[in-house]
Structure formats: structure tokens, C-alpha cells
């Protein structure tokens, strides 16, 4: 699957606790994105980056937070969970411009 | 943000039968991208599309960039059970981007297949 893996793929904590999932690519690819699935939504941008400690918001960015300090692994943290943000989380990376994105599989996050 | 508008939401088919999806936005897209997703998994590259008028192919799937470059179509050909999922469009979250800001997507056609 396009060298991407994510972790952990499933996690269940509590509210007000830090929260760290990590993305981690083979690929060499400078593009790497988080996303949030949510019924209803469909897919909705959190956060994403174009080159090492080079990282912008997405449209729904508040509450979350980006590191990529190595080329392969893009971190996305929740400093204070909330259950709001109960979903399912997809890293996407890319090559350039013009090339779709590839999906990594997923992390299911819940938040009681 | 941009919106993608799709239909059907859902479509009840027979196996062996032909599918037809579309994707409407108010505004210009200049790429096109249909992705699939089964169940726990992340979507997966159908088909892209990246000039209008487009007519491209991918074994039973075919896709068109529309003319006016606000929509876009999806077509299955005589469907089969492995078809069932979710199909989505989705498009560059800003022309300017180019796509490096992230892609916009519709939110989706499950597509289920009665035997």
C-alpha cells in the first residue's frame, strides 16, 4: 500500500489526554497530509506538509497539531483529547504537484 | 472551501449490471480524482483526470473530466460483488495548491450489490 503505515491503528482514551499518532512513509515522497473521516463528511483536511519542519493548516485544524522533522514520518498530535474528535484518521502522501494522493489505512481513535 | 457534490449517495444494483456516479462543484476543478474504500481501509486511486474532456479508463471503470470543468463522472460496467464500497471524488483544495495543499473530497456513493 504505497509504503505508508500508520500507528497505532486503533486507540480508545479519555478526555483531556495527549494524544500523538504517527505516519510513517518508505516512499521518499516531499507531500505528506492528515485527514479525518467522519459519517456524513466524508474526508476533511487537518493538516499537511510539503517538506521537512514545512507543515500548514488544513480546514479543520483547530485542536490538532503537526511535526515532521525527518522526511518519512509525520506526526499529528491532540494536545487535550476531545470526544468531537472521535474519528478516523488517514495519512495521505504524494510526489509532486500533478500525482494523487496514496492512503495509508487508518487509525480508528476514540474518545470517551 | 470548495464543495463536491455527489450522487447517488447510495445505489442497491444486481451483479452485472452497469454503474453511473457523478461529482458536481460550483467551481472550476483542474484535476479530477475518483478513490475507492472498503470497509477499514484507506481509499484507494481509481482514476485521475487531469484535463477537461477527458475520457479515461481502468479495466471496467470509466471516468470523464466534464467539459465545463465542474464535474466529473464515474461509469462501472457490468458490475461484480468485489465492486461493493464507497466511491469518492475528489479534487485539489485550492488551483493555486496545485494539490500540495491537500485535495477536497465529495462525501461519497456506497455502491451494494444484491446477488
Known amino acids: 500500500d504505497a509504503g505508508i503505515t500508520q500507528s497505532p491503528r486503533h486507540k480508545v482514551t479519555e478526555t483531556g489526554t495527549p494524544v500523538t499518532l504517527r505516519c510513517h512513509q518508505t516512499?521518499?515522497?516531499?507531500?505528506m497530509y492528515w485527514y479525518r473521516q467522519d459519517p456524513g463528511h466524508g474526508l476533511r483536511l487537518i493538516h499537511y506538509?510539503?517538506?521537512?519542519?514545512?507543515?500548514d493548516k488544513g480546514e479543520v485544524s483547530d485542536g490538532y497539531s503537526v511535526s515532521r522533522s525527518k522526511t518519512e514520518d509525520f506526526l499529528l498530535t491532540l494536545e487535550s483529547a476531545t470526544s468531537s474528535q472521535t474519528s478516523v484518521y488517514f495519512c495521505a502522501i504524494s510526489d509532486s504537484l500533478r500525482e494523487a494522493q496514496h492512503f495509508g489505512d487508518g487509525t480508528r481513535l476514540s474518545i470517551l | 472551501g470548495q464543495q463536491l457534490n455527489q450522487s447517488p449517495q447510495s445505489m442497491f444494483i444486481q451483479e452485472g449490471e452497469d454503474v453511473s456516479m457523478n461529482c458536481t462543484s460550483s467551481s472550476i476543478f483542474n484535476t479530477w480524482l475518483w478513490y475507492k474504500q472498503d470497509p477499514g481501509e484507506g481509499p484507494v486511486l481509481l482514476i485521475a483526470?487531469?484535463?477537461?474532456?477527458e475520457l479515461t479508463s481502468n479495466g471496467r471503470l470509466t471516468a470523464q473530466f466534464g467539459i465545463t470543468r465542474k464535474d466529473s463522472f464515474l461509469n462501472i460496467s457490468a458490475s461484480i460483488p468485489s465492486d461493493v464500497g464507497i466511491y469518492f471524488c475528489a479534487g485539489p483544495v485550492s488551483d493555486s495548491g496545485g494539490g500540495a495543499d491537500g485535495l477536497t473530497f465529495g462525501k461519497g456513493t456506497h455502491l451494494i450489490i444484491q446477488p
Open positions: 483526470l487531469y484535463k477537461a474532456g
Open positions: 516512499e521518499n515522497h516531499r507531500y
Open positions: 506538509s510539503y517538506g521537512v519542519k514545512d507543515t
